[in-house]
């Protein structure tokens, strides 16, 4: 009877742990359905077979949910990305060239993000709040890795200063516009994903290196 006890506690224990995950992916469901504004947390709920109040323990309000939707997407990408960095101990044009290929092949080329950039660029007039905290949550800690990368390189003389290191938003710029490319035009006017991403290495490289 005691084992059945204790078999039960871990399963019951196992389920709340894996619930914010359930949460997480109903309301990437609904919100990829619908839109932000028309999802609700009674459908996300709904979804994750939990209860309205089950998300509030987890989640202050919808706007949160959303932004810990994002966080969830890109997290172990921007972790590896950073580690990358603290683990590094060649040139910093191997650096970015390490960096930049993970970028691609885990951001990049993932839809799942897209279609949360498809939903944040849809909604953000109405709810300029929402794009507030994508920025300073999301993209500024981006923004940040790679000023410390360049920083790194400033600092061992491998990059000269320019007005690409005092704008770096510069260098992701063609990250964008490939997203705005592949959201529009994917199926009918398809890009070589790997020569785009050379190409955009090779001008962030000649762009920064003192030599290259």
């Known amino acids: 009877m005691t084992d059945v006890l ?12 894996e619930r914010p995950h359930e949460i997480l992916e109903a309301a990437f469901l609904e919100f990829s359905r619908n839109g932000y504004a028309m999802t609700t947390l009674d459908a996300i709920a709904e979804r994750a077979g939990v209860t309205k109040g089950t998300i509030y323990v987890y989640f202050e309000n919808k706007e949160h949910l959303f932004i ?55 909604e953000a007039p109405r709810f300029p709040a929402l794009a507030d905290r994508y920025h300073d949550e999301i993209h500024q800690p981006c923004m940040e890795m790679l000023q410390h990368a360049i920083q790194r390189g400033m600092d061992r003389g491998e990059i000269k200063r320019s007005a ?3 704008c770096a938003l510069v260098i992701v710029a063609p990250m964008a516009l ?22 955009h290495l090779d001008l962030v490289l000649k762009g920064l290196l003192t030599k290259s």
Do not use: C
């Open 164 to 166: 690409i290191t005092e």
């Open 68 to 122: 810990s939707m994002v966080r969830e997407l890109m997290k172990v990408t921007l972790d590896t990305v950073h580690d990358m960095f603290e683990r590094h101990e060649g040139s910093t044009a191997d650096l970015l060239k390490a960096q930049f290929s993970f970028i691609y092949e885990n951001i990049v080329e993932d839809r799942r993000r897209r279609e949360v950039v498809r939903m944040l660029i849809a």
């Open 6 to 17: 204790e078999t039960h506690t871990e399963t019951r224990r196992r389920r709340k742990a």
């Open 178 to 199: 490939i997203d705005v490319w592949m959201m529009m035009f994917e199926d009918r006017q398809p890009i070589d994903l790997k020569a785009y991403f050379n190409a």
